[in-house]
Antibody, heavy 121, light 110 residues
Framework: EVQLVQSGAEMKKAGESLKISCKGS????????IGWVRQMPGKGLEWMGV????????RYSPSFQGQVTISADKSLTTAYLQWSSLKASDSAMYYC??????????????WGLGTRVTVSS | QSALTQPASVSGSPGQSITISCAGA?????????VSWYQQHPGRAPRLLIYEGIKRPSGVSDRFTGSRPGNTASLTISGLQSEDEADYYCCSFTSRNIWVFGGGTRLTVL
């Protein structure tokens, strides 16, 4: 069973930087796409982007391109979602997720529990 | 506003069947075979119900059925139970090689 362990809740101020993490299972991490999904309070799911840790191939939704950076560290079997300058509108729950199959970027069979990010203005 | 359109809400009584639609332009859907459906209970992470339009992952009840009629995708839940009350999202792989979620549908079991 694949497990994704996300970092804890964050409370930040607008303008600050932030990097949240998602640690995957060592035996499957490198060759499975891992993605990030945003859910703003009371709103729906938004697909942000995915990364293939083995070669760092990354794809972003146009809505999030340039707004966040997705990265991965193979040695730590951990994926990251990073902001250089947070906005209040970045306040949301962020889920990492990964597909069962290694040859596809989706759908997402396994999900982390989420990291809540709260940004005050 | 999502490129995949779902009804905001549906409702049904226990034992009944309901269907949730997911409509989008061909350019968004890309490959109708790659539509998936997720269930999300309040405060919980989403759960994959259907993938490749019609397939169920291991452990998902056969009360959940996916279909691909025409240029839409649909999720049918038969024999409604109280625990089915949740939000449901369709998701499609697009011609841009990225995925996109529908806006979500709130299911209320009366």
């Amino acid at each position: 069973e694949v497990q994704l362990v996300q970092s804890g809740a964050e409370m930040k101020k607008a303008g600050e930087s932030l990097k949240i993490s998602c640690k995957g299972s060592p035996n499957s991490f490198t060759r499975h796409w891992i993605g990030w999904v945003r859910q703003m309070p009371g709103k729906g799911l938004e697909w942000m982007g995915v990364i293939y840790p083995d070669d760092s191939d990354t794809r972003y939704s146009p809505s999030f391109q340039g707004q966040v950076t997705i990265s991965a560290d193979k040695s730590l079997t951990t994926a990251y979602l990073q902001w250089s300058s947070l906005k209040a509108s970045d306040s949301a729950m962020y889920y990492c997720a990964t597909p069962r199959d290694s040859d596809s970027s989706g759908p997402f069979d396994y999900w982390g529990l989420g990291t809540r990010v709260t940004v005050s203005s | 506003q999502s490129a995949l359109t779902q009804p905001a809400s549906v409702s049904g009584s226990p034992g009944q069947s309901i269907t949730i639609s997911c409509a989008g332009a061909r350019s968004v859907f890309g490959n109708y075979d790659l539509v998936s459906w997720y269930q999300q209970h309040p405060g919980r992470a989403p759960r994959l119900l259907i993938y490749e339009g019609i397939k169920r992952p291991s452990g998902v009840s056969d009360r959940f059925t996916g279909s691909r009629p025409g240029n839409t995708a649909s999720l049918t839940i038969s024999g409604l139970q109280s625990e089915d009350e949740a939000d449901y999202y369709c998701c499609s792989f697009t011609s841009r090689n990225i995925w996109v979620f529908g806006g979500g549908t709130r299911l209320t079991v009366l």
